[in-house]
């Protein structure tokens, strides 16, 4: 049983994929500074209080397991509070991961598994976006992404440290077992926000940008189970630890639904109607992200499961029995 550390594994999708890793026999060990994670969503797994970022922190929990392989979660992710504040973006999602691999280097670890982003394109040149799809981040979050994936480059080229990118289109949807689910405070991942807004937590759901040059004048966004991406983790692991060679792959669904189409769609399933404003886009928003995910198929043998509907049907069940 071959030991894996998942940082921020007791986050949103670090939690969900270690379940996934517990499942495929591999035996996850979570380090999580609770800063934005929760204790119970690491329930059952061997859980290390702490910040990747505090050398110290890092160096005790590398020496106390031996790790085949590291998995990270722990980045800043909203993209309107890294336009506005990008110095925390840097630090942590860029420069807290550079001391990380440099940790690995030093320990002789030689495969990691990175949550990459989207954001690291920019505005589309095509319907679907492909893993070689120009590079040109419109936000500091997406900018900090991209630093990391040239970082992971460069360290394969010199020190052989072998990654999988995985690059999320829009995580959504909770696990099914009601255990674990979406939690964030503030919540800002619009299928959990329309969710919290038909159970009556949020006053009001507002549309940002209704000018975009799309059937309804709203973004278009690529939506993703959680449970698929943490699956896709899984898949990738196994392909870093048995065929090293590092690999990035574009991880959603394939399938395109405007901001407008989730509000009704959210409403349908929940049978709850609520108040819906508009207001002028906001900073760093591209029209439209779409994944073209055949190579994650065809390398992983990865096929997302769950639609739209399924999606929004799981946020719900997890929001109305949560457990923290």
């Given amino acids: ?16 994929t270690a379940r996934q890793l517990a499942a495929a026999g591999y035996r996850p060990v979570i380090l999580d500074n609770l800063s934005k994670g929760h204790r119970q969503a690491a329930a059952g797994f061997d859980f290390e209080l702490g910040d ?13 397991y031996n790790f ?5 979660f722990a980045a800043c992710t909203e993209v309107d509070r890294s336009v506005k504040d990008p110095a925390v973006f840097y630090q942590n999602n860029t420069a807290g ?13 030689k495969r990691f598994v990175f949550s990459s982003s989207a954001a690291i394109f920019g505005e589309p040149k095509t319907d679907l976006i492909n893993e070689n799809h120009p590079k040109s981040p419109i936000n500091p979050y997406g900018h900090s992404k991209l630093m990391v994936e040239q970082m992971l480059s460069d360290f394969d080229t010199a020190y ?25 405070s503030p919540e800002t991942h619009l299928i959990a926000r329309l969710i919290q807004t038909a159970a009556g937590k949020q006053k009001g759901f507002t549309i940002f940008g209704t000018d975009y040059p799309t059937s309804d004048g709203t973004c278009i966004r690529d939506f993703v189970h959680v449970n698929d991406l943490a699956r896709a983790h899984v898949l990738a692991l196994g392909k870093l630890l048995n065929e090293p060679a590092s690999l990035c792959f574009n991880l959603g669904s394939g399938t395109g639904h405007s901001v407008a ?10 049978g709850r109607n609520f108040d819906v404003q508009t207001a002028p886009r906001r900073a760093g928003d591209p029209a439209r992200l779409v994944a073209d995910n055949t190579k994650a198929r065809k390398v992983l043998g990865w096929q997302p499961t769950y639609d739209l509907t399924r999606i929004i049907q799981t946020a719900w069940q997890w929001e109305t029995h949560r457990k923290y």
Avoid at 7 to 15: E, L, Q, R, V
């Fill in 1 to 16: 049983m071959e030991n894996i550390l998942v940082i921020g594994g007791a986050g949103y999708i670090g939690s969900h």
């Fill in 52 to 64: 990747f970022t505090d050398k110290a922190c890092l160096e005790r929990v590398l020496q106390k």
């Fill in 68 to 72: 085949a392989a590291v998995m990270h």
């Fill in 97 to 109: 991961v550079l001391a990380l691999l440099n940790a690995l280097t030093a320990h002789t670890i």
């Fill in 160 to 184: 052989g440290l072998k990654y999988a990118a995985l690059r999320y289109f829009n995580a959504s949807g909770s696990d099914e077992s009601g255990e674990i689910g979406e939690s964030h």
């Fill in 261 to 270: 189409e989730v509000v009704e769609t959210v409403k349908k399933v929940t």
